[in-house]
């Protein structure tokens, strides 16, 4: 009864638990992609180059004046390569972003932002290497609202086996850039049914409910599985009760019969009829021996008296 009882309650547990884990996978880790904001990167106590390991990031900028900047990116394997992708470039004439195929800011640069271009002058740009390194500058008399939002993705363009997501463009990406609002593969496919992403409707939704009502169903789901393990279990443990042998404690005493008296089971209420001869009840003396009498030997001899 208790192993029983106690498998039932370990794998309703662990079912809940499971389900527990889905919502904070969906809850929780909803954005997958590293946001980075050049006021946070950039400060102006800092003076080294700064070095980010990622999969994929977006680097965001609003009208950040005075800014002497200099951030490298890495991928996390050497056979993977940068695309970087400008959602959004608004410079003034008197700012540059550097854009560096590799680790460090040194030879020529291979493009120079600043006024005259926009993203879509720009376009997409792929490093030949594993590294990118970013070099912004800003003066103090810039007009508000320029700046820019960068989204740079790590990525594999081979024909060969793809871990990772594989786009349609047939680039190769982790699996976290998927279905987190940012165009990482550079033709939205990783935020498509492709990748098997919800609609926009769908957002902030599980199952096509609500995050706080599908908590409810959880809760109440656990609750009703724990009565029907609950209820299980005692059916079980009145089912083997059932089954057991009676004890020797609550058997009738196997006192033998006098003569003349015939052996009965204990569920038939027959009364006991003396055989023919004998003389009709009562009868004097006691039929019994008393209860624990040490020493007490019964008599043996028949104490009924034949009738004349």
């Not at 370990?10 to 929780?28: D, L, S």
């Not at 040194?106 to 594993?130: A, F, M, P, Q, W």
């Not at 009703?224 to 609950?230: E, K, N, W, Y």
Request: charged residues 15%; neutral net charge; aromatic residues 12%.
């Amino acid at each position: 009864m208790t192993s029983t009882f106690a498998l039932w309650t370990a794998a309703v547990f662990y079912r809940c638990g499971v389900m527990m884990v889905v919502i904070w996978f969906y809850v929780v880790l909803a954005d997958k992609s590293n946001n980075y904001h050049i006021d946070n990167l950039c400060d102006r106590k800092r003076s080294q180059q700064l070095y980010k390991k990622i999969d994929g990031a977006v680097l965001t900028s609003d009208n950040k004046e005075n800014v002497n900047c200099l951030i490298t990116f890495q991928t996390d394997s050497v056979l993977q390569k940068f695309m970087l992708r400008f959602e959004d470039l608004k410079l003034g004439c008197n700012d540059h972003l550097f854009i560096y195929d590799g680790a460090h800011a040194y030879g020529s640069y291979k493009v120079d932002l600043s006024c005259h271009k926009n993203e879509h002058h720009v376009g997409t740009i792929y490093t030949r290497t594993n590294f990118v390194t970013l070099k912004y500058v800003t003066y103090g008399w810039d007009h508000t609202g320029n700046g820019f939002k960068l989204v740079l993705t790590a990525f594999k363009d081979t024909p060969l086996e793809c871990r990772g997501f594989r786009c349609q463009n047939n680039l190769c990406i982790h699996n976290d850039l998927t279905c987190d609002q940012v165009n990482h593969c550079g033709d939205n496919s990783d935020e498509s049914s492709h990748a098997f992403c919800l609609d926009a409707d769908m957002m902030g939704k599980i199952l096509g409910v609500t995050v706080g009502a599908f908590i409810v169903i959880v809760v109440i789901t656990f609750i009703a599985c724990f009565v029907c393990a609950s209820g299980v279990a005692i059916l079980v443990y009145k089912h083997q009760r059932r089954r057991m042998p009676p004890s020797h404690l609550n058997a009738a005493p196997n006192y033998p019969l006098q003569p003349g008296y015939h052996h009965h089971h204990p569920h038939h209420h027959q009364p006991l009829m003396p055989s023919q001869g004998e003389k009709p009840p009562p009868y004097p003396g006691n039929l019994y021996p008393p209860p624990g009498g040490i020493g007490y030997s019964a008599h043996q001899g028949n104490l009924y008296y034949p009738t004349k």
